[in-house]
């Protein structure tokens, strides 16, 4: 697919944060993620909205949990709140559907329809019984978790896409509370660093050379081709 150059790119039209709803496997190949690493300890999804990740990883028998404003309130109006921005975000990709990169999805309507079954699946887990001991309703910069708590840390669509709405020092404070949970040798994944007019983050080289020595920094590949600004993983590795 023959790509606009940055100049002509539409913006994505969007007011507030905006939930998500992906699935494991799109979490996976979005964040470069392998499963030998998530089966290494306990796994976080920040701002992990309606995604079905979480329930994915309990399916496989590992400790996970999701940190997100948005699990505040009634879980049936939180889950028609989801199933109203799948609609609308769908919606919208495909009123701009010749600016992405199709490879992955195939078509918009393959693509509504992974959001939909991710949905199916986060619903399923979130009417559980138990689900308020794993979707937790907090935001960055302050989670409710202990020091070292988690092996692998993720945050999908929120870090960086809204850089018009916070600042470089609301990341840094994020970044530093997404380390603090995260253990020795684990991991902090972020994808992905364009804003919503498909932008680069320009002060991503001075967050990298800001962790140390908290943390090696490094940008890896993302495997989800898809938004019109290839974008890599910001990959953080606690010392």
């Known amino acids: 697919m023959k790509r606009r150059s940055n100049r002509s790119l539409p913006a994505y039209p ?4 905006a939930s998500t709803c992906r699935s494991y496997r ?7 993620l392998e499963e030998s690493r998530l089966s290494e300890g306990s796994v976080l999804d920040v701002a992990g909205g309606a995604s079905s990740f ?15 404003p948005f ?3 009634d879980r049936e109006t939180i889950l028609a709140a989801a199933a109203k921005e799948v609609e609308v975000s769908s919606s919208k ?7 992405y990169d199709w490879s992955y999805y195939g078509s918009p ?8 079954e991710s949905l199916g699946r986060f619903a399923a887990d979130f009417r559980s019984e138990d689900a308020g001991s794993r979707y937790v309703a907090a935001s960055l910069p302050n989670l409710p978790f202990a020091d070292g708590e988690f092996s692998t840390v993720v945050c999908s669509h929120f870090l960086f896409l809204y850089g018009d709405r916070f600042d470089e020092a609301f990341h840094r404070s994020s970044l530093e509370e997404m380390l ?7 991991e902090v994944r972020i994808y992905p660093l364009v804003d919503l007019n498909w932008k680069i983050c320009p002060y991503i080289q001075n967050i990298m050379a800001w962790v140390n020595p908290a943390a090696d920094a490094e940008l890896v590949p993302s495997r989800l081709p898809f938004i019109p600004k290839p974008s890599p993983v910001l990959v953080l590795r606690k010392r």
């Open 14 to 17: 969007q007011i507030g944060v």
């Open 26 to 32: 799109e979490y996976a190949d979005m964040f470069a």
């Open 54 to 68: 979480v329930a994915r990883l309990r399916e496989m028998g590992l400790r996970a949990m999701a940190a997100d």
């Open 71 to 73: 699990y505040e309130g």
């Open 93 to 99: 990709i495909k009123s701009m559907k010749d600016v």
């Open 109 to 116: 309507e393959r693509h509504q329809a992974l959001r939909e």
């Open 180 to 186: 603090r949970v995260t253990q020795s040798g684990g």
